[in-house]
């Protein structure tokens, strides 16, 4: 008798311990956290004259933010090439998010926003490697047309959307969002 109650008792144990595994249960992948950015870089270069180029600059993003080098001095109805650099000073060395945004590119878009709207025309050059319906647009590369003489702000926005990217700014949050001033001349 005794050897059937251990017998029951190890039984059940084992019992318990097989429920507590449950083969049909999924892992939750860990959260990514938002990109630490304290520097965002913009450059333009004239299309027509490659030797000319316009480089605004904002830093301590984190904190007080610098707009002292922020102000893009473009010709009016001309086509630029863009790039934006992203730089998080606060490691040592400085880490380049540039380069961790482009590793993670499915996860990330630039959005940019002219106030008012027909000083420039933005648009998206570069691709990620999403599946159908993708690929979607990054925006780390850039083509930028000048309208008329005018003068307004550029507001760029990051979008960190890990496993929901879908080409819209809509889901995610936001790594970025700056404005730099644009002077059309």
């Known amino acids: 008798m005794k050897y059937l109650k251990n017998q029951l008792v190890w039984f059940s144990c084992v019992a318990l311990l097989a429920g507590a595994c449950n083969k049909d249960e999924q892992n939750v992948a860990p959260t990514d956290d938002n990109e630490a950015i ?25 904190t007080t933010a610098d707009f002292s080098k922020a102000t893009l001095s473009l010709k009016a109805n001309t086509t630029y090439t863009g790039v934006i650099t992203l730089l998080d000073k606060t490691k040592t060395p400085v880490l380049d998010a540039t380069a961790e945004i482009k590793e993670k590119a499915n996860e990330h878009l630039f959005v940019y926003t002219p106030t008012p709207a027909n000083l420039l025309t933005i648009t998206l050059t570069d691709r990620d490697t999403n599946p159908t319906p993708g690929p979607y647009p990054i925006g780390l590369t850039t083509e930028v047309k000048t309208g008329a003489v005018g003068s307004g ?12 990217k879908n080409g819209t700014a809509a889901p995610g949050s936001s790594d970025l969002d700056t404005d730099f001033t644009v002077v059309v001349n």
């Open 38 to 62: 304290t520097t965002a870089t913009l450059t333009l270069t004239n299309k027509a004259t490659p030797t000319e180029s316009v480089t605004a600059t904002i830093e301590n993003l984190n």
């Open 153 to 164: 702000k550029l507001n760029v926005v990051l979008r960190h959307q890990p496993n929901a």
